[in-house]
């Protein structure tokens, strides 16, 4: 059987085959290596949370999977399984050996030796629809999630691992809204499928994580025109959360308090409110009213 390629994808489901988990301790020995703590390397081990992140991408044979963050080869020898095809990204060069040798009987599988924030996605999925299945270092989680719902042709699925509070906080609805759950919201509905704790991984981080699935549609759950106004005025709101809405755009966006309080009033929204307490039908509504006086 051959090999896992990294320029190509060899089309052999029938011969797919579930492959032996690494034993990450071992392969890291082996190879010389240590987990980056730069990098934010934790590897998920713990096979019940394996089969969890499995579970929440909802696979059949028919689907392409891109995962980020392949590591060592734990959860991408469990897509391969369930999967039709695997493009498994990894920035770490040091990783590719043993990632190579946990994957070699894998023909479904494709490795990408790249910063998957510097890759056209459409181009790399060769335009299929595609799930998105990743374990992400904390530090890079809003940055990655929106360019991978702002890509051309997004995925429809992406499961995350991250930091609990942060998948808490991007699930969250009014009262605990944050500028990355508004962001998130935009472009697709969150939900949580299950807690993983730290001891799940190795070397264990500090703090726990969660599994985020994100549903998203063929189009922004929001008017296309209406996405930059939404953003311009959430990133004022949010900047100073602890000021009443008002008075933190006439701030942020250096408008007179008068205007804001015509387009609050406009959106249907309280004077009193603060940035944390509005749904997205809200900032649409918000975004609307305030692109209604520019343009008048």
Known sequence: MSGPRRDSYLPSVAQVSTGSPPDVRQLLRRYGLRPDKGLGQNFLVDPGSLRRVI?????????????????????TSRLAAVAGRVVAVEFDRRLIPPLEETV??????????????????????????YHVVANIPYNITSTL?????????????????????????????PGDMSLLALSVQVYG?????GDIPASAFFPRPKVDSAVLRIDAGEKPRVAQDLIDPIFRLARAGFGQKRKK????????????????????????VSADA????LELESWERLASAMRDTFEA
């Open 189 to 193: 509905q969150p939900s949580l499928r």
């Open 104 to 129: 070699a009987d894998l023909a479904n599988v494709r490795l990408v030796n790249d910063d998957i924030l510097s890759l056209d996605l459409a181009k790399l999925m060769e335009g299929d629809a």
């Open 274 to 277: 603060r940035a944390q307490e």
């Open 145 to 173: 999630i929106r360019h991978l719902m702002e890509a051309p042709d997004p995925s429809r699925i992406i499961v995350l691992t991250i930091q609990r509070e942060v998948a808490e906080r991007i699930a969250s609805g």
């Open 55 to 75: 579970e929440a991408a909802d696979l059949t044979r028919e689907d392409a999977v891109l995962e980020i963050g392949a590591g060592l080869g734990s959860l």
């Open 245 to 268: 809405l008002v008075n933190a755009l006439a701030s942020g966006l250096g408008v007179v308090r008068s205007d804001i309080l015509d387009w609050l009033e406009s959106a249907g």
